[in-house]
């Protein structure tokens, strides 16, 4: 599709209207404290993984079934194959106000990914997921409010587009979504921030409200933790200060909406849990190069009538997808 006028079409409202359920890519580092004032915190721990400012990346999926697909109860269920998915990864995050009382910034993300189906011809579903890209894109914003030298907290926001779209005039108001997390915490020491609060988010396919954890900790030179869960947790070993190895899992998705020939108003339910080893490397100056590898686990693939739909009466069917590997390499342009 024509990510051109993607961007176009979500940079124009970032000046007026920003949220974002991104949650790790706040940073802008250690700020001083005036003479005569009041401390405040810091945003980060030692030896954290650097911050993105920007960032462009490409994933692949290998091979998998498709399972179950079917929209009338008379047919018989369908399979589809899908040889791999391509998708290309982007985000931007800009500093509007960094002082040592506010961190707060904006940006814009971008998901889209390509499905190379073996058999698009089974029926219009296959058809339009081998010929259309699945996309999230939007706005979101990040708010670092420390209260004091103990206290801060953390608001969280995106307002997203998804769709199985070709193109801009696809898009639908039916196909945005919202996602906010706030969170409330201490920072103990220079090696520990913790904090808990509550999130509403899309990552497993539907809007959940669920508890929040945020925990970043360094327990010593080379080993460290970085969660917020439940969308990520990763345990850090630190080579050097530009060498770093994680491992975890984060849980992605959201809910699509297309417009499939035949059929109307379809709203795809993807929520996918990536348990996966990353390897982060300074190349020179602030540019990082980002690898990871690991397993797309399925988490949920449901295709509806209805937006947010719970009930099995609103689903057309509900995949058990294949779990394939997946890798993905980006480029970054990370805080100082």
């Known amino acids: 599709m024509n990510i051109i006028r993607i961007l176009v079409f979500f940079l124009c409202p970032i000046l007026i209207y920003a949220q ?3 949650t790790d890519t706040f940073d802008y580092n250690n700020f ?3 003479d005569g004032v009041k401390r405040y915190c810091t945003v980060k721990v030692l030896n954290q993984t650097p911050q993105r400012i920007f960032h462009i990346g490409f994933e692949n999926y290998g091979h998998f079934p498709m399972p179950g697909v079917r929209f009338n109860a008379a047919d018989l269920p369908s ?3 899908v040889d791999q998915v ?8 800009i500093p509007v106000l960094s002082t040592n009382k506010i961190i707060w910034q904006m940006g814009f993300n971008y998901w889209g990914s390509n499905f190379k189906v073996a058999n698009p011809n089974i029926n219009s579903f296959a058809n339009s997921l081998n010929n259309n890209t699945l996309v999230t894109a939007g706005i979101n914003t990040t708010v670092f409010k420390p209260l004091n030298e103990k206290n801060f907290m953390i608001f969280q926001a995106s307002y997203d587009v998804n769709g199985l779209f070709n193109g801009t005039k696809d898009i639908s108001s039916q196909a945005f979504t919202t996602s906010l997390t706030l969170i409330y915490g201490w920072k103990t020491s220079e090696k520990n921030m913790i904090g808990t609060g509550l999130a509403r988010t899309y990552r497993a396919g ?3 409200f669920a508890p929040a954890l945020f925990w970043n900790k360094t327990f010593n030179e080379k080993w460290g933790m970085e969660l917020l869960l439940p969308a990520r947790a990763h345990v850090r070993y630190n080579i050097s200060v530009s ?3 994680q491992a975890g899992f984060e849980v992605e998705g959201n809910q699509y909406w297309a417009n499939v020939p035949g059929i109307e108003n379809v709203y795809l339910q993807r929520g996918e849990i990536k348990p996966r080893i990353s390897w982060d490397k300074k190349l020179f100056g602030f540019l990082w190069l980002n690898l990871q590898a690991g397993l797309r686990y399925n988490f949920r693939f449901d295709v509806a009538n209805a937006y947010n739909a719970k009930e099995e009466s609103q689903k057309y069917f509900t995949s058990n997808l294949g779990n394939p590997l997946f890798f993905n390499v980006s480029l970054n342009f990370v805080s100082p």
């Open 206 to 208: 539907q809007p959940i």
């Open 20 to 22: 974002t359920d991104t």
């Open 79 to 81: 399979t589809i194959h």
């Open 32 to 34: 001083g404290d005036a």
């Open 243 to 245: 060498n770093i190895l």
């Open 86 to 93: 391509n998708a290309i990864r982007a985000q931007v995050n």
